[in-house]
């Protein structure tokens, strides 16, 4: 069992930055390929990035890419989404998600179906 905590959204105006994180307990964090999605209000939760359990590969959005960096630190059990120049498209609560497949192959997923676990989700609201 791994539980996933997302922390540093907030409001900001467009054009902004917001990082988040996702701190993780429970089994080893670095066994686990992790990915961001996001949901707005009536909308379907659609996937953000992701990152493979060694953070040697990763995936975007096209509607992310050059804006949105994953990360993770495998000493600190952290996944984090560094957001920069932010559209009030962006707007949505953020989930980070957590899945043990993909290990001998060092892979990342970008179906939400493919993984396990989920965060609570923060809050990110760009204004105009």
């Known amino acids: 069992q791994v539980q996933l905590a997302e922390s540093g959204g907030g409001s900001v105006q467009a054009g902004g930055s917001l990082r988040l994180s996702c701190a993780a307990s429970g089994r080893p964090f670095s066994n686990y390929a992790l990915g961001w999605f996001r949901q707005a209000p009536g909308k379907e939760r659609e996937f953000v990035a992701a990152i493979s359990w060694s953070g040697r590969r990763t995936g975007n959005a096209d509607s992310v890419k050059g804006r949105f960096t994953i990360s993770r630190d495998n000493a600190k059990g952290t996944v984090y989404l560094q957001m920069n120049n932010l559209k009030p498209e ?15 192959t060092d892979t990342y997923f970008v179906g939400p179906s493919e993984y396990n676990y989920w965060g609570q989700g923060t809050q990110v609201t760009v204004s105009s």
């Not at 998600?97 to 290990?103: E, I, L, Q, V």
């Open 90 to 104: 962006d707007t949505a609560s953020y989930y980070c998600a957590a899945t043990s497949r993909g290990y001998s």
